[in-house]
């Protein structure tokens, strides 16, 4: 196996990205048993954000990471790619959308983050298994679901001041937070993807939260997917 230019050992595929909504659901299931809910790192020097974009024509994807310094909050590193859409948009299966030029995206970093964060779910997830948890396992990186949108109602929505939050539950278990990360704006949906526990997820969002809704390397990858378009 070659090392890409940067130095990087490509990740070991976990399986085909080729395959049919079935196909897809059972990936999940099987992938659901090798995930990683406790801390596996000492301490965090930068976080890096994912983010994807697409074209209006509905053909394309673009992809954007952005690695930024912890705490400070300074941009070390960013990457972007292109590639043709892969895969429909079928909610609880965004990973197989998206995870593709995620990964392609995440190969052209000179700088590889301690943590991960998402624009998606991590364990709040129908089968246990969000873009977040996914591209943890994928990349062996821990990794933090931070979703707009919930796929699961078990939650109640928290007070309106910053740092409030409530517990999504599935099947009687936490499996996430409903954060609010700034005073009276809509709040987000935090859970662990991969190698880290619900309570430093949250941290982690509340402390890379830099006067904005969204954690700041979320937001600089958003930004720069929607500069590709």
Known sequence: MKSDRFGHDPPLPLHSW???????????????????LRKTF?????????????????K?????????????MEVLDRATAVGKIPFPYIPGLLSFREGPILIKTFQRLKL?????????????HPRGTGLASHMGLWLDIPSIGCAKTPLLDEFISPLPLKGSFEWIRWEGKKVGA??????????LFISPGHRIDLPTSIQLILESCKGYRFSEPLRKAHQLSRSML
């Open 18 to 36: 080729n395959v049919s909504v079935e196909e897809a659901i059972q990936i999940q299931e099987a992938l659901k048993e090798r995930i990683t």
């Open 42 to 58: 000492s301490g965090v020097k930068t976080i890096g954000g994912g983010d994807v974009a697409y074209s209006e024509d509905g």
């Open 60 to 72: 394309h994807c673009f992809g954007a990471i952005a690695v930024l310094s912890f705490p400070d």
């Open 112 to 124: 590889k983050p301690d943590v991960m964060i998402y624009d998606g779910q991590g364990i709040a």
């Open 178 to 187: 409903v954060l609010r990360t700034k005073e009276r704006v809509k709040p």
